[in-house]
């Protein structure tokens, strides 16, 4: 557990190594542009895409970086709309506090709001293909597609053999 009161300067990534060395590792293993981001955010800081000059610090493709570290490292973090699609990211500081101090919860409950979305996404997906092409279709492609699975596990169990 870190104590924020020990903490008296920005956190860098050399001052987690002694004071949280499970960060230190988890942000190690991030991509440069995302660990960066994540560093100004438990900073306190807010970002956005370059230009729009209402956050702490502006960032070239902000969105993407930000997208990547909610789906592919289930980073908690907050967006507020600014004005019509302008949007800035942050973390609260629970959110910060957790990061630290609860990191499996708050990974566990990001990992599933994202596989939530994508399953609403893909849902909205099938839909539009069965108001498309029909129900008969969207049976027809399931079956081919349980076909190609049920071929697919069968000719690697075989290779196991």
Same mark, same amino acid.
């Given at each position: 557990?870190?104590?924020?009161?020990?903490?008296?300067?920005?956190?860098?990534?050399?001052?987690?190594?002694?004071?949280?060395?499970?960060?230190?590792?988890?942000?190690?293993?991030?991509?440069?542009?995302?660990?960066?981001?994540?560093?100004?955010?438990?900073?306190?800081?807010?970002?956005?895409?370059?230009?729009?000059? &209402? +956050?702490?610090?502006? /960032?070239? @493709?902000?969105? =993407?970086?930000?997208?990547?570290? %909610?789906? #592919?490292?289930?980073?908690?973090?907050?967006?507020?709309?600014?004005?019509?699609?302008?949007?800035?990211?942050?973390?609260?500081?629970?959110?910060?506090?957790?990061?630290?101090?609860?990191?499996?919860?708050?990974?566990?409950?990001?990992?599933?709001?994202? &596989? +939530?979305?994508?399953? /609403?996404? @893909?849902?909205? =997906?099938?839909?539009?293909?069965? %108001?498309? #092409?029909?129900?008969?279709?969207?049976?027809?492609?399931?079956?081919?597609?349980?076909?190609?699975?049920?071929?697919?596990?069968?000719?690697?169990?075989?290779?196991?053999?």
């Amino acid at each position: 557990m870190i104590n924020f009161n020990d903490i008296h300067s920005l956190i860098i990534l050399e001052s987690l190594e002694v004071k949280a060395p499970e960060a230190f590792s988890e942000l190690l293993a991030i991509e440069l542009e995302q660990r960066k981001l994540l560093l100004a955010w438990l900073n306190g800081l807010s970002s956005s895409p370059i230009g729009r000059g &209402y +956050a702490d610090i502006e /960032i070239d @493709k902000e969105d =993407a970086i930000s997208s990547s570290l %909610k789906t #592919r490292y289930f980073i908690e973090f907050e967006s507020e709309r600014i004005s019509g699609n302008y949007v800035r990211h942050f973390m609260t500081y629970q959110q910060i506090f957790d990061f630290f101090n609860d990191r499996d919860t708050q990974r566990k409950r990001v990992q599933s709001s994202v &596989y +939530a979305l994508r399953r /609403i996404n @893909k849902d909205k =997906a099938y839909l539009k293909d069965i %108001k498309e #092409r029909g129900e008969g279709w969207a049976f027809e492609r399931v079956k081919l597609l349980a076909e190609r699975l049920q071929a697919s596990n069968d000719s690697e169990n075989e290779k196991a053999d």
